[in-house]
């Protein structure tokens, strides 16, 4: 399929391009070493550490030896849990690969995304779904206030309100923590507010849209049943924008969940971005994003391929 | 005596609205008989659609409700349904099943997400119980019945692979298929090419002498109601002016609403044996203020030589021009000055981008064209934008050329400001002027588009297009979208201002009676090319290119003694203006009938004229 193809290069030298940003914009926020060791380092500490992570050498030498070895599939070690006075020893032999630190954290990313996701769809789509059969009704109404709530409300504040009641006054669910399935309960539940209100508010206005239109009216006076008309004529063509939607909001919870992660002391990717961001820990940051960039990558190929299977006039990459 | 097939006595359906319930339509009664073609005719906001979808209970869908009368249908057996109390399970029964239902759309009446077999065996799941298999064999044999050829490849196909006149009989296939008693048609035309046109209401009369299906025909348009009725209602206002037999109505009206609709719906052969335009009795108020005959100048103000525009087809891996749409082709054609010059044709025939290729709003791929003595392809843009100021353009639809968020009198000054021709209190001056022209209430300044029926918005339009002094205006199909009252009205101001300004127009249209009207001379596009151009005179006495000649005999006429005309139902598709790259049609040749009369007689070459459709 030269489409596919064709999107696959496209997506490769998209992250080619993120991580050699990602690789300078680490290095002018200041002197990585000093930045890690703190101000109260020693000259030899500094020295050695600069040595060790080849931080002396040009920038487009370091950049160089870095993308080569990505290529090669060597992500570099992470200065933190590898350092080592040695001053004659080489970060490589001694280092934590980053590659390990970073695919050790992956599933609790996808177990706490891929639960709110599942959370926020259903609920989402069925809010939206209720609210544009019966406009201005109470159900209606009501998907409104919950959408708009779901939207606007304070993450970290939503979070600690759920902990209080379900962990700490009902005492039904752990407070935080990795491990046994209850533990993705109040996390997932946190972050799947807002998917849900912005996927029921995107589910509404397009299905009220579809449902103006002269097909359903065909539909109707064919006789067709009208959850037949909803959920087979309407719905599906209200798919692009709904489908669309849930891409970005997948690609927030990949990316974005760090407050929550922080709150109920979740193992995901984010917490580990933010631990080594205020380390310097600049390979970790490095493949970290390069990681998160892959995911959100891949969600908008799924979205595209999606949109051509779901509507026949879409012509990918060639125009209609 | 048989009952009759549907009764619908002292209707009335309301509305909600901010005031309390309005009625849409009140006291409307009327019968149909068994296999008899019934028009409700009237103009939009008549009450005409409703009155109809009240029949399958669908003005519930947007928000209405009966509040009186009587709705009854025969079942079948001597019994009689009541429409009004049946619940929405037999309504289910009776929808798609009893009576069938055509749409004016057919471009978004098909659902676009599934295949034309999906969307054909869903009623005849629903309403006759058949496999999957039994429903793509009636259906093969509805598409055979309205004329589709290769019915069987034509049910993997999606709707936007289809022509408008295609998807139109697939939708009136969808209405046949479970035999319905009553087939309500609503402006089952009106978005097709005349030609099309012809074809469909052959179709649909055809189909009711094949089924002896009752016809319930919604038309704004009198032509078609002389060609298709046996009984006809007109309607205003929401309600019933007159009714009766189709003689009675079309020769022997009695209502004055009838009397004026009849007087304004501009007749082909009217002009014939005068050779200047003429305005058009109107029913409105406003008489058309025409004191000197419409006679053009003698210098040229516009000369088009040989425009060609092609635009690529791309696809492939690299997005590589793969073939070329031929729009316009080769056209050459002047305009004087005071001089209406008509570009008729077909939907793709070009007319549209000829239009903008002399604004420039799209490039030429190559040609002449000298405005006024100025090269208009040579200008700098800075320069073309100067040279904009005195030629202007009139859009077709009224509600999207006019931003709905800027003030009439922000939208009628705004050319005036960017040519920099007034300024501060003289604007809005200058604004009112031209209101009192196009005949609008000064008051109308402050309001915005939403606030205006759709004549008063083309009317703005015109006071826009009017505002820098043009000495052209290009009309692009402006009338198409209007009431067949207001459509008089406009084109009588037109030709107003014409008189006493001396505009010239580039006047691009479709409707062969209203090109008789306004045009000087007419140019006639076909794929892209001009096949016939001459005075509005000689084109209409002596039509020489066999299209000239279908587009003629394709409009549907107000005398009842050519109902019986035959149209062939065989549908050829249309030729397709897509060759592939490096394609040189061949040269153009015109032969001269008489003064001023030419035909193509080459050009367009034998293949043209017979391949497939994209």
């Given at each position: 399929m030269p489409y596919l193809l064709k999107r696959v290069i496209n997506s490769v030298i998209l992250l080619l391009i993120t991580v050699s940003f990602v690789f300078f914009a680490c290095r002018m926020i200041g002197d990585p070493a000093l930045n890690m060791l703190g101000p109260g380092a020693n000259d030899i500490a500094l020295e050695n550490l600069r040595r060790a992570a080849g931080l002396n050498d040009p920038l487009w030498l370091q950049w160089v030896r870095y993308m080569g070895g990505l290529l090669q599939g060597d992500f570099g070690v992470s200065y933190r849990y590898g350092f080592s006075v040695i001053p004659e020893a080489d970060l490589k032999d001694i280092g934590v690969p980053v590659v390990d630190l970073v695919a050790e954290r992956l599933p609790a990313t996808f177990l706490l995304a891929g639960v709110a996701m599942a959370i926020a769809v259903p609920l989402g789509l069925g809010m939206g779904v209720i609210a544009a059969a019966y406009p201005r009704h109470l159900a209606d109404r009501l998907v409104t206030v919950l959408s708009l709530a779901g939207v606007s409300i304070v993450q970290f504040w939503l979070g600690l309100m759920l902990i209080v009641l379900f962990a700490v006054q009902l005492g039904w669910l752990p407070t935080g923590g990795y491990g046994e399935p209850a533990h993705v309960i109040l996390p997932a539940l946190t972050l799947a507010a807002r998917p849900i209100g912005r996927i029921a508010q995107v589910v509404r206005s397009a299905m009220l849209d579809e449902l103006a239109k002269p097909y359903v009216v065909t539909a109707r006076a064919k006789g067709v049943a009208e959850w037949r008309v909803i959920l087979l004529h309407a719905l599906r063509n209200a798919a692009i924008p709904i489908i669309t939607m849930i891409g970005d909001e997948l690609s927030a919870l990949l990316t974005g969940a760090i407050l929550v992660e922080k709150i109920f002391a979740w193992p995901g990717i984010g917490l580990l971005i933010i631990d080594s961001l205020s380390r310097s820990d600049l390979p970790i940051i490095q493949v970290s994003i390069a990681v998160v960039a892959t995911l959100v990558i891949i969600v908008n190929l799924l979205v595209d391929f999606a949109y051509r299977i779901i509507d026949p006039q879409i012509q990918l990459g060639q125009k209609a | 005596m048989n009952k009759p097939l549907v009764n619908v006595e002292g209707l009335r359906v309301e509305f909600p609205s901010k005031r309390g319930a309005i009625a849409g339509v009140q006291d409307v009664s009327f019968t149909i008989e068994p296999g008899e073609i019934i028009c409700i005719v009237g103009e939009s906001g008549s009450g005409k659609s409703v009155s109809a979808y009240t029949l399958m209970q669908l003005t519930k869908f947007s928000g209405g409700w009966v509040a009186d009368g009587q709705l009854t249908l025969e079942s079948g057996n001597g019994n009689e349904i009541d429409l009004r109390a049946a619940d929405e399970a037999q309504m289910r029964t009776i929808r798609g099943n009893e009576i069938g239902m055509i749409f004016q759309e057919p471009m978004t009446a098909l659902n676009p997400s599934y295949t034309i077999g999906w969307q054909l065996a869903e009623s005849l799941q629903q309403h006759r119980d058949m496999s999957r298999e039994e429903a793509a064999g009636r259906s093969v044999e509805l598409l055979k019945q309205v004329r589709i050829p290769e019915p069987e490849r034509r049910l993997k196909q999606y709707p936007h692979e289809l022509s408008g006149g295609m998807r139109q009989r697939i939708v009136i296939a969808m209405a046949l298929a479970c035999e319905p008693r009553l087939l309500i048609a609503d402006e089952p035309t009106t978005a097709l090419d005349v030609t099309v046109q012809a074809e469909i209401l052959a179709l649909i009369r055809k189909l009711r002498d094949e089924t002896g299906a009752a016809v319930l025909l919604i038309t704004h348009d009198m032509a078609v109601v002389a060609q298709m009725a046996d009984q006809v209602v007109v309607m205003q206002n929401g309600r019933v002016a007159e009714d009766g037999s189709v003689e009675q109505v079309l020769t022997?009206?009695?209502?004055p609403y009838t009397q004026a609709l009849l007087a304004v719906v501009p007749k082909l052969g009217d002009m014939a044996g005068k050779t200047l335009p003429e305005p058009m009795e109107t029913v409105a108020t406003t008489d058309c203020r025409i004191d000197k005959p419409l006679q053009p100048g003698s210098r040229v103000l516009l000369d088009v030589r040989h425009l060609t525009k092609r635009f690529p087809i791309r696809g492939g891996w690299l997005g590589r021009t793969v073939a070329n749409a031929h729009a316009v082709e080769d056209v050459t054609f002047r305009i004087l000055e005071n001089e209406t010059l008509s570009l008729v044709g077909e939907s793709g025939s070009g007319k549209s981008v000829t239009g903008l290729c002399i604004l420039r709003l799209e490039r030429p791929d190559s040609g002449e064209i000298t405005f006024d003595g100025q090269d208009l392809l040579a200008l700098s843009d800075e320069d073309m934008r100067l040279a904009r100021r005195d030629m202007q353009m009139i859009f077709q639809d009224p509600y999207g050329s006019l931003?709905?968020?800027?003030?009439l009198l922000e939208q009628v000054i705004e050319p005036l400001r960017n040519f920099r021709l007034e300024a501060g209190s003289a604007l809005e001056d200058r604004a009112a002027e031209l209101f009192d022209r196009v005949h609008l209430p000064r008051a109308f300044l402050r309001r915005h588009p939403s606030e205006l029926s759709g004549g008063q918005r083309q009317r703005v339009a015109i006071a826009r297009a009017l505002a820098p002094k043009p000495k052209l205006i290009i009309a692009d199909e402006a009338v198409s979208a209007l009431d067949v009252s207001i459509q008089a009205e406009v084109l009588n101001l037109m030709m107003e201002l014409q008189a006493e300004m001396g505009i010239s127009y580039l006047f691009i249209g479709h409707d062969m009676a209203v090109v008789e009207r306004v045009s000087h001379r007419v140019a006639v596009m076909y794929l892209g090319r001009i096949v016939e151009t001459a005075t509005r005179e000689q084109i209409f006495a002596n039509p020489q290119h066999e299209y000239t000649k279908t587009l003629l005999a394709a409009v549907p006429t107000l005398d009842l003694a050519h109902r019986a005309q035959k149209w062939e139902l065989a549908t050829k598709p249309p030729p397709s203006p897509i060759h592939p790259v490096g394609y040189e049609p061949d040269p153009v040749h015109f032969e001269k009938v008489t003064e001023g009369h030419f035909v193509l007689r080459s050009g367009l070459s034998p293949a043209d004229e017979g391949k497939d459709g994209p």
């Open positions: - | 022997d009206p009695q209502h931003n709905p968020h800027m003030s």
